[in-house]
């Protein structure tokens, strides 16, 4: 529980509770938000990003850590790679085991392909695992295609690449369908219409979810259904290079056993990189919501390759990570949260904005009140605003966060905090990458035979994504790119074997004066506490 | 000076601050953590562990990055289990009580031990939810074990040998797909969609210029 300057500024949220729930903040102008990001967001932070010097992306800027992983060293010296000596010959190779690998492959089987997922860790680690929120889909009476089309489109500050956004919204109702038909248990109410919530830049209600655990549930779904399938799981098993054939196609990737360090060779038709998003690079020493494997190695893979990036300098922040307390500093608190009525709410007791802003104006405005604004609550280990979560029983009645929000409660009660009862603190987390490879609306890259599904895509989601887009995408890109993987693969014949790209990359590194001791992709994070070792 | 404990990881002694949880433990001591580590938010149930206070009888269970260290904790990490999965087609099954005699029938085992709900990390009902099964209430199944991250440890423990995550996945399939009433107004909009109801309003915002979007965008009406 709390205790100090926390139980003193709590206080205050508890005393103008009543007052506060009556308010519904003006929402911000469009000249205000746009000051307000310039001024706080941590993407308009010119010191944190790189130029790149090499690949296709030469002259573009991108974070720091990135820039230092895509202009780093390869795990392997191609020359000592017997590409003769292939382990596995498919089809369509998955590269990742989350929501779009899963996805990617069910269609591709279903298509007829001989398809395989390998994955660094298991099958389901995967952001898709920890999304909680929900999923968007226009498919309420009020609702269109068109008007989510304009939410996301105004939400990515009008970046957005429109035939991927068209794609995206048009496709959403098939995929809540499919998932529903597949047996993923939403929200409904007994006559079967799906409870739905806005979400931050929403101008209709239409955030699909499973309680809180909708990423889970679909997660753990689509990962049944991959086995139910007898699909191949090559589980613990990095993909750490693309393999090209001799006509610059993908053909497959060399392989990494992350326990034993053998290395395997996969010979495919196509190839769908699916590995996701970045938290775990920490850019700006952000902490994250992600998972344990979110370090980026896609966009290495395919830009060692040949594909460019879109976007790649714009990260989202996920303005509620929880600030306290320390055992889960930055752990993911769901939009969802604000969507179901909690406001946020200063150290003074002051509901100091609209709780359902954009993401990035939400996180922007947070770090405006705890740094400008003076009126965060320091917690010793950092700093943050309040989330006021007993406003959540007050306007849903009794029992509405156990039955909305039950892996909230469950998070904060192994720490005593009882969030039906008490305020929770907040500070934004490093939760998605906007951008990514740049695809065609089939889901291919300019590197042919080479797609790309999910997180490791850019250009869907413009320069700030909306809450339950992401669900959305890659579902929707994930079984599209299995689907026309498949159909592509039908008519390849595979050439030889070539890693050639690998070196040609490293000669222009030597040509540009890039020396760099780091090797990439980066696969995992290192967490140990460094001392006395060797 | 950072408060510090004792815990005994794998059995071998290591000092570490009190503040921390078990994986934070572990990554303190020095290990690189490959298996036993997933979303690091309670969510996956890779890090499913198990422990003891040095000196109590009682076994406990818990997920390693949702869980403080204590002073003479015994921790052993559970990193894999063979959970017992049955290959079935989702469009030919039914949700009928004979589906889990057929694919599941080591459910008919249970003993009443309650081991199962004892160790979930979880804190469910875990045996409630094998008998929902075991009597072909699926829907009350699926409430009950929702919040399951299928970490094994409840199937660890069961002398009847009974993979209860993967029962409650296929009650929890079954429900969503077959039980729960289906949504109208999404098979409506998908029909509407698929005869091409919105391609000339979503052709006409895409040709838009940007401004107009803009326009568009700003004063578009927010449902309450």
Known sequence: ?534 | MEKMVNVFLMGKKYEVPASVTIMGALEYAGYQLVRGCGCRNGFCGACATIYRIKGERELHACLACQTQVQENMYIATLPFFPLEKQVYDINKIKPTEQIMMQLYPEIYSCIGCNACTKSCTQELNVMQYIAYAQRGEYEKCAEESFDCVMCGVCSSRCPAGISHPQVALLARRLTGKYIAPKAEHLEHRVEEIQNGEFNALIESLMQKPIEELKELYNNRDIEK
């Open chain 1, 1 to 534: 529980m709390y205790s100090g300057e926390i139980l003193e500024s709590m206080k205050k949220v508890e005393a103008a509770r009543a007052k506060n729930i009556q308010l519904e903040p003006r929402r911000m102008t469009a000249e205000e938000k746009e000051t307000l990001l310039a001024t706080y967001h941590p993407d308009y932070k010119q010191n944190e990003f790189a130029i790149l010097q090499v690949g296709p992306n030469k002259g573009d800027k991108v974070p720091t850590e990135l820039a230092a992983l895509l202009q780093a060293n390869s795990r392997i010296h191609p020359e000592k790679i017997d590409l003769t000596k292939v382990d596995y010959d498919v089809d369509v190779l998955v590269i990742g085991g989350g929501g779009a690998g899963a996805s990617a492959a069910i269609e591709a089987d279903e298509a007829g392909a001989k398809v395989m997922i390998v994955t660094k860790l298991r099958i389901g680690d995967a952001n898709t695992m920890m999304a909680e929120g929900g999923i968007q889909a226009a498919d309420k009476p009020n609702d269109s295609p068109a008007i989510h089309y304009l939410d996301a489109m105004g939400g990515g500050h009008f970046a957005n690449k429109p035939e991927l956004l068209s794609k995206l919204v048009m496709e959403a109702p098939a995929a809540i369908k499919w998932l529903n038909e597949l047996g993923v248990e939403f929200d409904k109410a007994a006559d079967g219409t799906m409870i739905t919530t806005h979400g931050g830049g929403t101008s209709r209600k239409r955030m699909h979810a499973a309680k809180d655990y909708s990423g889970a549930e679909i997660m753990r779904t689509l990962r049944d259904e991959v086995l139910n399938r007898e699909i191949p799981v090559v589980d613990f098993t990095a993909a750490i290079e693309l393999i090209l054939d001799q006509d610059g196609k993908a053909a497959g990737a060399v392989l990494l056993n992350m326990e034993t360090k053998e290395i395997k060779i996969a010979r495919a038709k196509t190839v769908i990189i699916a590995t996701g998003g970045a938290g775990r690079l920490h850019y700006q020493g952000f902490p994250t919501s992600n998972h344990y494997g979110a370090t980026a190695d896609g966009l290495i893979l395919g830009y060692r390759a040949g594909a460019k990036l879109l976007y790649a300098d714009t990260l989202q922040y996920h303005p509620t990570g929880v600030a306290y307390p320390e055992q889960i500093f930055g752990a993911l608190v769901t939009e969802k949260v604000r969507s179901v009525g909690a406001m946020l709410i200063n150290s003074e007791g002051e509901a100091f904005m609209h709780p359902l802003e954009t993401r990035d104006v939400s996180a922007a405005s947070i770090i405006r009140e705890c740094s400008t604004n003076g009126k965060g609550v320091h917690t010793g280990s950092g700093v943050g605003v309040w989330l006021d979560t007993p406003m959540i029983e007050i306007k849903g009645g009794e029992g509405t966060i156990e039955k909305r929000i039950p892996a909230m409660m469950r998070m904060f009660a192994k720490y005593d905090i009882d969030i039906r009862k008490v305020p929770i603190l907040v500070y934004p987390t490093l939760h998605y990458q906007n951008g990514g490879l740049q695809i065609t609306p089939d889901g291919m890259t300019a590197v042919e035979n080479l797609f790309v599904a999910g997180e490791a895509v850019g250009g869907i989601h413009g320069r700030n994504r909306l809450m339950g887009n992401s669900l959305l995408d890659i579902i929707v890109f994930g079984r599209s790119a299995g689907k026309n993987a498949a159909i592509k693969s039908r008519n390849v014949t595979v050439g030889k074997l070539t890693l050639s790209h690998v070196a040609k990359f490293a000669k222009e590194m030597e040509e540009a004066g890039i020396h760099s001791d780091i090797v990439s992709p980066k696969l995992l994070p290192d967490y140990t506490r460094k001392r006395n070792t060797i």
